[in-house]
């Protein structure tokens, strides 16, 4: 079964970091890019940042360039976001999810979320 | 960056046909293929068209989709109690640094 699992949410304060991960089976996860797409409560859905299946493209919103890191990890099935300096606006659902191809497609896997506050 | 629009909802009654709007611009839709996606309540969000008017395995041939110029639509035919969901466009957009963008997303009621 094609799966997302994403982990790493919870509470934390304003300028802190957290990492978020993801563990991606039942795909050939190499062979595609993926991303991270996050939803404040109650609102639409936002695309946060991309990487291409060798990590040689990356991409990032306006909103979260040079505090957010995308990176994978091919051996481990694993894709990732570094996130430093959170602010309240940072808080939402973050989504990962898988490329129709490798890069520049739409994304026709996604995992279930997992939820960040950023709150004192 | 920019946003794609969309009316913030749409309904109809079972049976029914709804056409939901996506406007764009020359950078994105106007140059890329345009994906749809549906977000039923509480769950993730799940590819409904892509490539402009495809459909993934599974998804009925109830939605359709098509795109012209800066815009595209979404329709929804023999509409039924479960498509009552979020409508969400989407396309790459070919600005400084490539980046994709989501529409502001329809609220589907099935009345």
């Known amino acids: 079964e094609v799966q997302l699992v994403e982990s790493g949410g919870g509470l934390v304060q304003p300028g802190r970091s957290l990492r978020l991960s993801c563990a991606a089976s039942?795909?050939?996860?190499?062979?595609?890019?993926m991303h991270w797409v996050r939803q404040a409560p109650g609102k639409g859905l936002e695309w946060v940042s991309g990487i291409s299946w060798n990590s040689g493209s990356i991409g990032y919103a306006d909103s979260v360039k040079g505090r957010f890191t995308i990176s994978r990890d091919n051996a481990k099935n694993s894709l990732y976001l570094q996130m430093n300096s959170l602010r309240a606006e940072d808080t939402a659902l973050y989504y990962c999810?898988?490329?129709?191809?490798?890069?520049?497609?739409?994304?026709?896997?996604w995992g279930q979320g997992t939820m960040v506050t950023v709150s004192s | 960056q920019s946003v794609l629009t969309q009316p913030p909802s749409a309904s109809g009654t079972p049976g029914q046909r709804v056409t939901i709007s996506c406007s764009g611009s020359s950078s994105n839709i106007g140059s890329n293929t345009v994906n749809w996606y549906q977000q039923l309540p509480g769950t993730a969000p799940k590819l409904l068209i892509y490539s402009n008017n495809q459909r993934p395995s599974g998804v009925p041939d109830r939605f359709s989709g098509s795109k012209s110029g800066t815009s595209a639509s979404l329709a929804i035919s023999g509409l039924q109690s479960e498509d009552e969901a979020d409508y969400y466009c989407?396309?790459?957009?070919?600005?400084?640094?490539?980046?994709?963008?989501f529409g502001t997303g329809t609220k589907v009621t099935v009345l």
């Open positions: 989407a396309a790459w957009d070919d600005s400084l640094n490539g980046y994709y963008v």
């Open positions: 039942g795909f050939t996860f190499d062979d595609y890019a």
């Open positions: 999810a898988k490329d129709k191809a490798d890069y520049g497609d739409a994304f026709d896997i």
